[in-house]
């Protein structure tokens, strides 16, 4: 949102106030523009201001910029993306053609894998992306990075969500601390059903088609230290076939990972993830900012 300062002479804040910068919310401000509501999100910050007719304070506590939305729009900063992958790594493709044709507000800086010649890092390489080797291999002690070094490198090159797409290590706790709320992971199968450690790839549809599941589909999920236990994000059901085969219904599950991917990053990167009372994080619709799903 470009906005722009509203009586500056009466509203500012001292240079290094903590509500400087902070974020704010605007309650409507239709005309006559006489009457702008200002509230602070942080518990802290918790009071309102209105200024009346001409720029006058009715009422209000600390000295703060009042910022009235002028109605232009200032495209937010493209986000740095790193993606994990193990395998083939069509997630990751996706990702990257949606943030280069433009449906994603963002750019895949960083490429990690735990194995390097996999189908993920060779098209990351093929694209110009820098692709990192973590976890250390045992044997082979002159490559990879050991948790801290992969920190250090994420920081490095300003990465701001870690994205695995097919990524078959766990997250050390290291990177889980330094990116709380920015990591995120696809799983082929409607959690918190079906997942764990041990359940990937085929075997997880090969459960699903035992279990007499109707329904399966991918869930997109933040990463917590276990596997496949953080909050989920966003699902998308895909019906199970009575005579499907795994390989079947992977395939039809894979295509809607793709879109689901592409539309949670859009979002990410639009800055659309609002977290509810109780933590579990929401998208906010780009159509309709008041719908959330
Ligand atoms: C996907 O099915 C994803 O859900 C799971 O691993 C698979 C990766 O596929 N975590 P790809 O490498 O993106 O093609």
Redesign the pocket.
């Known amino acids: 949102m470009e906005s722009r300062v509203l009586f500056s002479s009466q509203f500012n804040f001292p240079v290094n106030s903590p509500l400087k910068n902070r974020e704010t919310s605007i309650a409507p401000f239709t005309p006559p523009r006489n009457v702008l509501s200002l509230s602070f999100r942080s518990p802290a910050d918790r009071f309102a201001v209105r200024i009346g007719p001409l720029g006058k304070a009715v009422s209000f506590a600390p000295k703060i910029v009042a910022e009235v939305d002028d109605g232009s729009r200032d495209e937010p900063r493209r986000k740095k993306l790193a993606v994990f992958?193990?395998?083939?790594?069509?997630?990751?493709?996706k990702i990257h053609e949606g943030c280069s044709d433009g449906s994603v507000n963002g750019d895949v800086v960083l490429l990690v894998t735990n194995k390097k010649d996999c189908?993920?890092a060779e098209y990351a390489r093929s694209n110009g992306i820098p692709v990192l080797v973590f976890p250390k291999a045992k044997r082979e002690s002159s490559d990879g990075l050991s948790p801290s070094e992969l920190v250090d490198v994420l920081r490095k090159y300003g990465v701001e969500f870690v994205l695995?797409?097919?990524?078959l290590k766990l997250i050390p706790v290291e990177l889980v601390q330094a990116f709380p709320k920015r990591i995120l992971?696809?799983?082929?199968a409607l959690l918190p059903a079906f997942g764990g450690k041990g359940l990937?790839?085929i075997r997880v549809h090969k459960a699903v088609l035992e279990s007499g599941a109707r329904y399966s589909g991918?869930t997109i999920h933040f990463v917590d230290e276990e596997y496949d236990t953080g909050r989920i994000l966003a699902q998308s059901a895909v019906r199970v076939i009575a005579n499907d085969t795994p390989e079947e219904l992977?395939k039809r599950?894979?295509h809607e990972?793709h879109k689901l991917y592409v539309e949670v990053v859009a979002a990410i990167c639009e800055e659309r993830i609002k977290w509810r009372e109780d933590g579990v994080p929401l998208i906010q619709s780009k159509e309709n900012p008041d719908e959330y799903y």
């Open positions: 992958v193990s395998g083939g790594g069509s997630n990751f493709r189908g993920g695995l797409a097919g990524y992971n696809i799983h082929p990937y790839g991918p992977a599950v894979l990972e």
